[in-house]
């Protein structure tokens, strides 16, 4: 018999308790194999592929995309068993081109040595000539388990069914929309007449055709839209919201990355008392390092930014002020001091603002460090961060200076006692040698935990980062 296993939805990591359903990649009707991928998941702040417990052929999408469950949900069938190896039928019998005769014993309905399959051979090759037949057996002729044909998302098996039928929301079939709206001659001229097109209106006449008052509706939806609407805001967000009936709003469920982010930085805010010190610098000696590692043939496949630098100067900073590399344990009441560096870069993506962190970035050369942020930039902004890329992270940096800012106070990353903003590099009128002279100028801004940090420590800190900056040859000494 055809074994049916639910696969419930798992904590795709770090006492995840839902996930969204972003996209199935298997149908109804698919054969799958163990550990293929069967789903797309957003958890809190990355896309997840989920593979398959089971080999078999699926027989329900429980869940339908764009849709938050719990964890613990089912969210797919799958018939572990579709051939029957199981449990095999009995073996059917020979065919044969002869009639066997039966006997007044085996046509008693109590007693059938050839079963009812080899009762209905007997029927079907048996002369057309009427004659008396037994009583018509209840239970059907055991045929052997169908394979399931491909279906839409939704379909499924009917009480008591044996094949599949499509069912629609309210269980009715899907009706096919024609291809090319049905309407009279005269409200085709309105429709010209009023811009609309009548492919795109709702229709609600008989047999489907496109009214008057459809087209009239049609054209004051698109023009109190026009109205309200500014030019360019037709953007990709928009789609999962509800646009209001005036088109002058649009509401979109704040979930997954928008949600996590939006819980996490008030946590951190009224929580932890931040304090922010700014520091401007000259970097042009910074920008002629990079310069120099952008020829270097160790670097040549790999993109040297200031970044870098400034992230390698923040490390260096630590290691002569390792207090800052902390947090707060507000539970235990305990300051928890860290030995090691999970240097968090601040990401932005078109799901929103994720922070993965960089494991053990202090045994890192600069060459690795540069890989590194590279492969965690290019997989934050394609939404495969995993759960743990974003978990135990000890210190952060952000690099507001991409969007051309000059500066800002971050909020920190909860559970960390600082943060690191890194402003966007000018050239500037600055006084070098006695002189003015145009140099490359930015500002850091580095906020801290104030129960974790003092002032004194903080300063200390951000001018440390800004030494190396200025002058890079710090960090040899400092190395």
Request: no cysteine.
């Amino acid at each position: 018999m055809p074994t049916f296993q639910q696969f419930p939805l798992p904590d795709a990591g770090e006492g995840l308790t839902e996930a969204e359903i972003v996209a199935w990649q298997v149908a109804v009707g698919d054969r799958v194999e163990v550990n293929q991928t069967i789903v797309e998941i957003e958890t809190a702040k990355s896309l997840v592929d989920l593979p398959s417990p089971w080999a078999g052929v699926v027989t329900q999408l429980l869940v339908a995309p764009g849709t938050t469950v719990d964890v613990g949900t089912p969210i797919i069938e799958i018939d572990t068993d579709p051939d029957g190896a199981a449990a095999p039928a009995a073996e059917p019998p020979v065919a044969t081109g002869s009639v066997r005769h039966l006997g007044g014993a085996e046509r008693h309905r109590g007693v059938e040595p050839g079963g009812a399959d080899e009762m209905e051979a007997a029927r079907e090759a048996s002369t057309p000539a009427p004659a008396p037949a037994p009583e018509p057996d209840p239970q059907p002729d055991p045929q052997p388990a169908a394979k399931p044909e491909p279906v839409l998302v939704g379909y499924g098996l009917a009480e008591g069914a044996s094949a599949r039928r499509p069912r629609g929301p309210e269980g009715a079939a899907p009706v096919a929309r024609s291809p090319h709206a049905l309407a009279k001659p005269p409200v085709r001229k309105l429709a010209r007449e009023l811009g609309v097109s009548l492919d795109s209106v709702t229709p609600t006449g008989p047999g489907g055709i496109v009214t008057r008052e459809d087209v009239l509706a049609m054209s004051a939806q698109a023009e109190a839209r026009t109205l309200a609407t500014y030019a360019g805001d037709e953007q990709p967000w928009l789609a999962s919201g509800t646009v209001s009936s005036d088109g002058r709003q649009t509401r979109v469920p704040v979930k997954s990355v928008r949600k996590r982010t939006a819980e996490a930085m008030v946590a951190s805010a009224f929580s932890a008392p931040h304090v922010t010190v700014f520091h401007t610098i000259d970097v042009t000696r910074t920008m002629k390092l990079v310069e120099r590692l952008r020829a270097d043939r160790e670097f040549a496949d790999v993109r040297v930014t200031p970044l870098l630098i400034a992230a390698k100067a923040l490390m260096l900073a630590i290691r002569r002020h390792p207090e800052i590399n902390a947090s707060w344990d507000e539970v235990n009441q305990e300051i928890v001091y860290k030995h090691y560096i999970n240097l968090g870069i601040a990401a932005a993506t078109p799901r929103g603002l994720v922070v993965p962190n960089i494991k053990d970035a202090h045994r890192l050369t600069l060459r690795e460090l540069a890989d590194d942020i590279a492969q965690l930039t290019a997989t934050a902004r394609a939404g495969r961060t995993t759960p743990s890329d974003m978990s135990d992270g000890t210190i952060t940096i952000t690099n507001v200076g991409v969007f051309g800012i000059d500066t800002g106070t971050p909020i920190l990353n909860p559970g960390e006692a600082a943060i690191l903003a890194f402003g966007a590099i000018r050239e500037q009128p600055w006084v070098h040698k006695g002189k003015i002279k145009v140099r490359h100028v930015t500002q850091l801004a580095l906020s801290f935990d104030h129960r974790l940090v003092d002032g004194e420590l903080g300063a200390r800190v951000l001018a440390d980062v800004a030494r190396v900056l200025a002058e890079p040859a710090h960090g040899l000494v400092w190395g």
